[in-house]
């Protein structure tokens, strides 16, 4: 058995449903499929209504910030999710509505570039982000999906427009609450600060096997996390051809994927009681 644990639909910033995310599962023979969309969990009722042989999991990548850097963490949820957790994300779909229109907003008053709100939303069955307003700027104006980022929406760019979010224990225990297992995302993204320093603050997991960590580090973070008692976990964060990960380049199996869904098992039960 194998699985992949970290993948994006268009409910967030991917390009594929989840039914075509289905297909290639099929395709590449996966067991289990987790849908990771970025701060959202409204695949759930379309992972429910699904007819297929793959084990769909619902889970989350979560934004967050720690020593003044924004990270990912994921939260597996297994089967379903509490009313209360889509709302949540609910009011962050919002916010990032309104970040997108101010966004907007500055490219035409530093760029002269004019895009409507109708015209990303075209580009986003779901959570708005930068990636669906540099598609229409793509679209609009021909040029590139790197140029778009480099040039215009960039976090040092000035039409880049900042956002708040949730505190990384803030962030660890609402998952936990809601019962979640809680896992380290793609740490080779995290440059401010060493990630060892907040491994013990309620991970479950680490996402070990991941496109941008190669075999080596891969191999240092089986180690780090057998010293902190942590699960391994790994997934290809598929978005799509806007991103060249592959779907089937990263994954988890056999030990590993038993132990990551006993836990999930595990402590789905312990939660309600």
């Known amino acids: 058995m194998k ?21 290639l599962a099929i395709q590449h023979n996966f067991d289990y499929v987790a849908i990771t969309d970025h701060d959202t969990v409204e695949g759930i009722d379309e992972i429910k209504k ?7 999991l619902i889970g989350v990548e979560m934004s967050c910030k720690y020593a003044g850097e924004d990270i990912h963490i994921l939260g597996y949820f297994g089967d379903d ?18 970040r997108c229109r101010k966004i907007i907003e500055n490219l035409k008053n530093f760029y002269n570039i004019e895009i409507s ?11 708005i982000g930068r990636p669906h307003i540099a598609s229409a700027i793509c679209d609009k104006y021909g040029c590139t999906f790197d140029e778009a980022f480099d040039n215009y929406i960039g976090n040092k760019q000035k039409a880049y427009v900042p956002y708040q979010v949730i505190g990384l224990e803030e962030a660890i225990q609402f998952l936990k609450n ?22 013990d ?33 790994g997934g290809s964060d598929y978005h799509g051809p806007i991103i060249s990960n592959r779907f089937e380049q990263s994954y988890i199996e056999n030990e590993d994927l038993n132990t990551f869904l006993s836990a ?3 402590n789905k039960k312990t939660l309600k009681k």
């Open 3 to 23: 699985a992949n644990l970290h993948i994006h639909t268009t409910n967030s910033d991917g390009t594929k449903t989840i039914e075509e995310i289905n297909a």
């Open 50 to 56: 699904l007819k297929t042989p793959v084990h769909f």
């Open 81 to 98: 999710v509490e009313q209360e957790v889509r709302d949540y994300f609910n009011n962050v779909g919002k916010e990032r509505e309104e």
């Open 117 to 127: 709100y109708e015209d990303v939303k075209k580009k986003a069955d779901g959570v």
């Open 178 to 199: 809601h019962n979640a297992l809680v896992v380290l995302a793609h740490p080779i993204w995290i440059k401010k600060f060493d990630y060892h320093e907040i491994l």
């Open 201 to 233: 603050l309620g991970f479950d997991g680490i996402e070990v096997y991941h496109p941008d960590q190669d075999e080596d580090y891969s191999e240092n973070l089986r180690l780090l996390a057998e010293q902190h008692g942590l699960i391994i976990t």
């Open 264 to 266: 999930l098992n595990q």
